[in-house]
Nanobody, 120 residues
Framework: QVQLVESGGGLVQAGGSLRLSCAAS????????MGWHRQAPGIQRELVAG???????NYADSVKGRFTISRDNVKNTVYLEMNSLKPEDTAVYYC??????????????WGQGTQVTVSS
């Protein structure tokens, strides 16, 4: 089992910045990819950004140029630096990790979610 603990959400004014962190712990063999999804009320959960173990990143078009994802493979921690925040970025942000066991099987794990609220 892998546990994910998020931190860093909060309330910020439009144009401001926040940094989210997510640390994985437990019976970890290899974490292939990590990243963040978000879900706003009445809207389907969407991918915000992801990063593989070799550092390849991908972003939602809506956050490109404003958000930066990074990862510390030693600490099994992923970060999301969010700049130039907009009210439409308001959502619950969920960290995920794709864990691979020594036998090759994979499983997705999710954090509990952290609220990000951007006021106009």
């Amino acid at each position: 089992q892998v546990q994910l603990v998020e931190s860093g959400g909060g309330l910020v004014q439009a144009g401001g910045s926040l940094r989210l962190s997510c640390a994985a712990s437990g019976s970890i063999f290899t974490i292939n990819s990590m990243g963040w999804h978000r879900q706003a009320p009445g809207i389907q959960r969407e991918l915000v950004a992801g990063i593989t173990s070799d550092g390849t990143t991908n972003y939602a078009d809506s956050v490109k140029g404003r958000f930066t994802i990074s990862r510390d493979n030693v600490k099994n921690t992923v970060y999301l630096e969010m700049n130039s925040l907009k009210p439409e970025d308001t959502a619950v942000y969920y960290c995920y990790a794709v864990h691979r066991t020594r036998w090759g099987s994979q499983a997705w794990y999710w954090g509990q979610g952290t609220q990000v609220t951007v006021s106009s």
